[in-house]
């Protein structure tokens, strides 16, 4: 068996993150996605503790402050957290635990666990990555030119990552990301 490692995902919002992660485990039978909390209101489809677990926030903030987060942030006006039980308990059954987790919360979680691989995804162009979130339909005028100001901010952030993957072809960036999880999971 594999041994347990630890992989965070980030990148702004659009540039295809949710997509990568989905065909990543398909492609790699030991991995293991983390399902956050959020205080976020559900989207149409999304189901409650596969999506996200949906919290009010008073909820939230007493699930932090009791130390049941890895990591959570604030994106957006709302909160989001790794249940950090459900993570351990997954790495010690050597899964290959994948979060997919905004930048601030992906540097808490470099600080708590140095040995943690960052992987963040870029997408080709601000316009694509404008063209995306437009295009998937899910976010009014207003949020969508809230997550391209969030957008310059996280890229400011992409040399503190392990590695930086651009998602342009979806298979090729897909392709990349499997063999880094393969290639970290078996070098140990
Ligand atoms: N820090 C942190 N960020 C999270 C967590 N779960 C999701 N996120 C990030 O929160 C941001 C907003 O997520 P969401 O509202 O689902 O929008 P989407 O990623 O654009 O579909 C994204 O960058 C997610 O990666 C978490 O547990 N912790
Ligand atoms: N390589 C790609 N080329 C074109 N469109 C893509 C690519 N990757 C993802 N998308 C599309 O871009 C939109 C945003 O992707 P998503 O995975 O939801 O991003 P994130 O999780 O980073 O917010 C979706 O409509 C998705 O189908």
Not at 118 to 130: C, N
Not at 133 to 156: F, H, I, Q, W
Not at 157 to 165: F, G, N, P, T, V
Request: charged share 30%; with cysteine; aromatic share 6%.
């Amino acid at each position: 068996m594999r041994t347990g490692n630890l992989f965070v995902i980030s990148g702004p919002s659009g540039a295809g993150k949710g997509t990568l992660v989905a065909r990543l485990v398909e492609e790699v039978p030991d991995a293991w996605v983390s399902v956050s909390a959020t205080t976020r209101r559900p989207r149409p489809g999304e189901v409650e503790g596969v999506s996200y677990y949906f919290l009010p926030k008073e909820e939230f903030l007493a699930l932090a402050d009791e130390g049941g987060f890895l990591e959570w942030a604030t994106y957006s006006d709302n909160c989001y957290g790794t249940p950090l039980s459900s993570v351990q308990r997954e790495m010690a059954a050597g899964k290959q635990v994948i979060l997919e987790i905004e930048v601030q919360g992906a540097l808490q979680v470099k600080e708590k666990m140095p040995e943690a691989h960052l992987v963040f995804i870029e997408p080709p162009s601000l316009e694509e990555l404008e063209r995306r979130l437009r295009g998937r339909g899910t976010e009014t005028d207003d949020v969508v030119k809230k997550r391209m100001d969030t957008a310059l901010v996280e890229l400011s952030h992409k040399m503190e990552y392990d590695i930086r993957l651009v998602n342009d072809d979806l298979d090729e960036a897909v392709a990349e990301l499997v063999a880094y999880v393969n290639d970290t999971a078996e070098q140990k």
